[in-house]
């Protein structure tokens, strides 16, 4: 992943503002570079008036944030996509409850709705975790459907789609809370971390006194606030080349069985994913990362099952395709040029497993 970075003309201004924040002392604060950061925030959620947006240190926060606000205490369910980054997990046990892992679908790698719903007829769920697994967005519709009869608040999880075209109109509103990411892998960044909480005004200033949040430390650092400000006009130019790149793979690994993610039109493509051909193992996968490597080109294995890295059972399709999953290398710095030479090594290793 090449992260992104201010041009020379920004980098003077974001050094302008480390002086200022430095000298005034306002490392942390209500206003100034944060207010400015979620502004904009709220501005490409189309969130309504009633909504506010507080800025965190990590998307992790505004998770553990979310699920304290939900009302989730310790011992309690909650469900989430077993096949995710492992912030979702971590997020749970950091407040004591207790995941229900969800099966995911195999050709969206988001929650499996089917599953999500038996897990409403088996357990007392006290919130659902909806994940935009590789900035491609989860059927907010139904899963707001599914929580809203049961009851149960909805989390979003949209820390990788922030910039996701859809037709005009974001729907992160379908969510009780919206969590976003500002972290070095994200189109833009806040300085390599970084994140925001949506959720409605009235539901944080009620909640949000609770004093396991320690709402001030966790905060977004206005040295962190700066730099995101800075990028923000460079949203929509990284987010089109992203998906560029993973249209050009798809274009150029079309007849060598590779799956690739779908929903292409309503993703953000932060990461590259593909699965490796029915059949293929971890070893399979690690080798093509080891031949792309010595080739001079990072891929990564992204994501492993959260069950598995928790040490718990596996949902049967996860646990599948978690072993298949590449994410080839991609980012804001990553060179056009380089696609054909990537492409070039995935087929000279698919010849040889052929062979």
């Known amino acids: 992943m090449s992260p992104y970075r201010l041009d020379q003309e920004r980098q003077a201004d ?9 000298r005034t002392g306002a490392y942390r ?5 944060s207010t400015r950061a979620m502004e904009l925030v709220a501005a490409e959620l189309r969130l309504s008036e009633s909504w506010e947006v507080v800025p965190t240190r990590s998307g992790t926060d505004a998770l553990v944030m979310a699920l304290t606000m939900a009302g989730v205490r310790p011992g309690a369910y909650v469900a989430a996509p077993d096949l995710a980054y492992h912030a979702v997990g971590a997020a749970i046990f950091q407040i004591g409850a207790l995941p229900r892992w969800i099966d995911v679908d195999p050709c969206t790698l988001n929650i499996d709705l089917a599953d999500l719903a038996t897990a409403f007829d088996h357990l007392p769920l006290a919130a659902v975790i909806g ?18 009869a049961a009851g149960v608040p909805f989390v979003l999880d949209a820390c990788e789609s922030l910039g996701t075209p859809e037709g005009g109109a974001n729907r992160a509103a379908l969510a009780d809370f919206v969590a976003i990411s500002f972290s070095f892998t994200k189109p833009i960044h806040a300085a390599g971390t970084g994140g925001a909480l949506c959720a409605p005004r009235a539901v944080v ?13 966790r905060r977004l650092p206005e040295l962190n606030a700066a730099y995101l400000v800075l990028s923000w006009p460079d949203l929509r130019g990284v987010i089109g080349k992203l998906r560029s790149i993973y249209t050009a793979y798809h274009e150029r690994l079309r007849g060598w069985g590779l799956t ?21 193992n971890r070893k399979e996968r690690d080798a093509l990362i080891d031949h792309l490597a010595r080739s001079g080109f990072e891929a990564r294995p992204y994501f492993e099952s959260q069950s598995r890295l928790w040490g718990m059972p596996a949902p049967p399709c996860s646990a599948n395709l978690a072993q298949r999953v590449i994410c080839l290398p991609t980012g804001a710095g990553f060179p ?9 090594e995935v087929i000279s290793w698919m010849e040889a497993r052929r062979g």
Do not use: K
């Open 260 to 280: 690739g993610q779908r929903g292409e039109a309503g993703s953000s493509r932060i990461h590259a994913p593909f699965l490796l051909p029915e059949g293929s």
């Open 29 to 33: 604060t209500t206003s100034g570079w």
């Open 336 to 344: 056009h040029g380089s696609l054909d030479e990537v492409a070039a």
């Open 131 to 148: 994940v935009d697994n590789y900035g491609t967005r989860c059927d907010r519709t139904s899963i707001a459907q599914l929580c809203s």
């Open 205 to 217: 200033r009620d909640r949000g006194g609770d004093p396991g949040l320690l709402m001030h430390p």
């Open 14 to 22: 974001y050094f302008a503002a480390v002086e200022d924040i430095t």
